[in-house]
């Protein structure tokens, strides 16, 4: 096995592998072997049909699929022996490797491209600044969250037509020249229409059911986020959004808030003894401080990130990247898709590469104990003796649970991590805070974001 490895570029090299047959036979001839313990011929008793005969059915697909293993594996040992520092995956010239003649006892030849890690030191220091928000809150947060609990558990009654409290079920498709597109968004959506951005609710007040509403979403829902809390889909699937769409309300209902009693108490905070309307407000006060300090901390690390990623402008190279989203797209791309598409795929990128190299650099590893210790402040066991076996065995089984369940453990993961990162510049960061009420936040975010 030989390899020529070189750089075509600042970011990218091309690695040229030489398979040899000693590198490749040995598996040939194993997996030939299992295929004759499996095969079942007419005229011969199972597992005893000729080598000659498997070898002449079988020998070609297997010793094509071996090659590329052997290929595929080595060059990941190659970059890690050589200590190259790269991104993504590397890929293979298919175009070439296609037109191979699969002969046993051939040298095969693959070229595979590398994208290289750019070369950045990201720090958390004093010379860094952000701002820290403190978003205040009073009884018309308190008040405005009252009343979407009220509305939520109230009673829902057909209306005539929209206005601004009522709660609308629709069909939202994506459109082109009027038509639905092929392939293109359709889902249910509902929708409070209180809870939208003014200019959003302009669209549906004086609506009835079956009518429609078209739109171009990148003018009339420039936002990505509000996109994201309009229609219910992630941040992702909202900044790819473009064009045109079409609402059609299939039904409009008023809402007649529920009685403020212990029905209603019960309803919301099943696991809460409330007893009156003073002990509900006090839990919406604390709800209502919780979600504001996460807005500010989600606001500090998005600054974080915007700031590191504008200090660290390194490039990525971009033929490769187009070609490596083409080839992982579960559909096939138009050039204008992947030109739309690929600035919010470098940028996620970059951040990727910038969070790496922190976790790195300041080990900020999350490992199994730490998964284990946050799990047991969440089930309210911290002052508890890890050891005890009771606690132990309530860790382990909700461990055990969501280790199962590949997404979750992400998520959880990828948030300790975030948090993580966001102490890291808090600490070692100059913090200048700011103090504002919630509509005031709310107004800055946009304007930042």
């Not at 010239?93 to 046993?104: F, I, K, S, V, Y």
């Not at 069909?171 to 951005?197: A, C, V």
């Amino acid at each position: 096995m030989n390899f020529e490895f070189e750089k075509n570029g600042e970011l990218i090299a091309t690695l040229k592998t030489h398979i040899e047959p000693a590198d490749y036979q040995p598996k040939v001839e194993e997996k030939l072997r299992e295929y004759r313990r499996k095969a079942s011929m007419p005229g011969f008793r199972p597992g005893k049909v000729p080598f000659g005969v498997i070898k002449k059915m079988y020998g070609n697909s297997v010793l094509a699929d071996e090659v590329l293993h052997v290929a595929s594996e080595a060059v990941y040992k190659y970059l890690d022996d050589n200590k190259v520092n790269f991104i993504l995956s590397p890929m293979m010239d298919e175009e070439a490797a296609r037109l191979t003649e699969w002969n046993e006892g051939n040298t095969f030849t693959f070229n595979f491209d590398v994208a290289l890690e750019p070369e950045f030191e990201p720090t958390a220091d004093k010379s860094l600044t952000f701002t820290k928000f403190e978003i205040i809150h009073d009884e018309t947060d308190v008040e405005k969250y009252l009343g979407e609990i009220r509305e939520r558990y109230g009673k829902f009654e057909k209306a005539e037509s929209v206005d601004e409290k009522c709660f609308v079920s629709a069909q939202l498709i994506q459109t082109e020249n009027g038509e639905k597109k092929e392939d293109g968004l359709d889902k249910f959506i509902h929708l409070r229409i209180n809870t939208l951005p003014e200019h959003a609710q302009k669209f549906f007040i004086g609506k009835k059911a079956e009518d429609f509403i078209d739109f171009d979403v990148e003018k009339d829902f420039p936002n990505a986020d509000e996109r994201t809390e309009i229609f219910n889909i992630n941040i992702d699937d909202a900044r790819a959004m473009k064009g045109t769409y079409r609402i059609t309300l299939q039904s409009v209902l008023s809402i007649t808030p529920a009685e403020l009693n212990e029905q209603l108490y019960a309803q919301v905070f099943p696991e809460r003894q409330i007893e009156n309307e003073d002990q509900l407000r006090e839990i919406i006060r604390n709800d209502v401080k919780g979600t504001y300090e996460k807005e500010a901390r989600k606001q500090f690390y998005f600054d974080v990130q915007k700031e590191l990623k504008t200090k660290y402008d390194f490039t990525l190279p971009e033929e490769f990247l187009k070609k490596f989203i083409r080839t992982r797209s579960e559909k096939e791309l138009s050039e204008e898709d992947l030109e739309k598409g690929l600035p919010f795929y470098i940028d996620e990128l970059k951040w990727q590469l910038i969070e790496n190299k922190l976790i790195k650099k300041y080990n900020l590893l999350i490992t199994r104990e730490d998964i284990r210790q946050h799990l047991k402040e969440l089930l309210g066991l911290a002052d508890m003796d890890e050891n005890d076996p009771d606690v132990k065995n309530k860790i382990d089984q909700v461990y055990d649970i969501i280790s199962k369940e590949k997404e979750r453990f992400s998520n959880l993961v990828n948030n300790m991590t975030d948090e993580r990162i966001i102490k890291l510049f808090e600490d070692n960061c100059t913090i200048e805070a700011k103090t504002m009420n919630w509509k005031d936040f709310l107004n800055l975010v946009n304007e930042k974001n």
